[in-house]
């Protein structure tokens, strides 16, 4: 997808955290100056035990007597080893001012999201940024985004609302320091 996007003028960088997710972001150099980047994550992690313990029933209609049915449980499964589970996500992330945002545009726990899903979604979004102004620029992002959340939604809560800014400034800083190294 990074020579795809390159073609159109975006940069699509990535790492590995220390979870072993995969982060990467896409941005145009002037997007980066303005303190925006389009974050695709894919994480893959081992399910609750909880849910491995959840039983599953199959009902199987069963004919009693030639015209009666019922149901029964099929418990012919023995005990599974756990499932890995996967979520893709697709975001955008900003500053304006001293407020950090992030607009949740794309989810998936497929193990594989089709790639081209993937190159749709973020060559969007950037038009979306691209095409937007400064003053229409949130409004345009809310309009395509699933969820929205900000440092102001904790505006009673300064520890919280920091924690929440510093963490999309070391994303900004991380696209920075990712395209340096390039």
């Known amino acids: ?3 795809l996007l390159a073609k ?3 940069e699509f960088l990535s790492y590995t955290d220390e979870e ?3 982060i990467s972001y896409a941005f145009t150099n002037n997007m980066l100056k303005q303190g925006i980047v ?3 994550s894919e994480w893959q992690y081992e399910g609750d035990e909880e849910e491995e313990e959840s039983e599953e029933w199959e009902e199987t209609s069963v004919e009693l007597n030639g015209d009666e049915e019922a149901w029964e449980e099929d418990d012919s499964e023995e005990e599974a080893a756990p499932e ?3 979520e893709t996500t697709v975001s955008v992330i900003l500053t304006k ?3 950090s945002y ?3 545009v794309y989810a998936d726990d497929r193990a594989i999201v089709p790639p081209i899903f993937l190159y749709r979604v973020i060559l969007d979004l950037i038009d979306i940024i691209s095409g937007s102004d400064a003053d229409s620029l949130l409004e345009m992002l809310e309009s395509v985004s699933t969820t929205v959340s900000s440092s102001e ?3 009673d809560e300064p520890e919280t609302r920091n924690q929440i800014y510093s963490l999309t400034v070391e994303h900004l800083e991380k696209a920075a320091r990712l395209l340096a190294e390039k």
Request: charged letters at 20%; proline letters at 0%.
């Open 1 to 3: 997808m990074e020579k």
């Open 8 to 10: 159109k003028g975006i």
């Open 20 to 22: 072993g997710s995969q």
């Open 38 to 40: 389009v974050v695709l």
């Open 84 to 86: 890995s589970l996967f």
């Open 97 to 99: 001012g001293n407020v």
């Open 102 to 104: 992030e607009f949740g």
């Open 153 to 155: 939604d904790f505006a």
